[in-house]
């Protein structure tokens, strides 16, 4: 199994940049597509972005398309997640999650493996 570790939260203005890390240890880095999801207080957990295992191929949720920018390092066994243009709705605790499957995915419950969360704050 993997490990995740999520870094890089905290608080910024609206309109301020951000860049999330996710380390990772265990398994062969290179062998999970990885994604970012976010959960809001009182809200489901929803998807962000994934980037496939070699990093050529991405996908984002319309909400942060053109804003955010998902990308992987294999070597450094680390994903991240650069956050651009924030918004107060982008307020919520970030997540990385990693899965095994070749293909790109935006469901919660494809994902086996998860961290532990870092809080985003966005302040207007």
């Known amino acids: 199994q993997v490990q995740l570790v999520e870094s890089g939260g905290g608080l910024v203005q609206a309109g301020d940049s951000l860049r999330l890390s996710c380390a990772a240890s265990?398994?062969?880095?290179?062998?999970?597509?990885l994604g970012w999801f976010r959960q809001a207080p009182g809200k489901e957990r929803v998807f962000v972005a994934t980037?496939?295992?070699?990093?050529?191929?991405?996908y984002y949720s319309d909400s942060v398309k053109g804003r955010f920018t998902i990308s992987r390092d294999n070597a450094k066994n680390t994903v991240y997640l650069q956050m651009n243009s924030l918004k107060t709705e982008d307020t919520a605790v970030y997540y990385c999650?990693?899965?095994?499957?070749?293909?790109?995915?935006?469901?919660?419950?494809?994902?086996?493996?998860w961290g532990q969360g870092t809080q985003v704050t966005v302040s207007s």
């Open positions: 265990g398994r062969t880095f290179s062998n999970y597509g």
């Open positions: 980037i496939s295992r070699s990093g050529s191929s991405t």
């Open positions: 999650a990693a899965r095994t499957s070749i293909l790109l995915s935006g469901s919660t419950r494809s994902y086996e493996y």
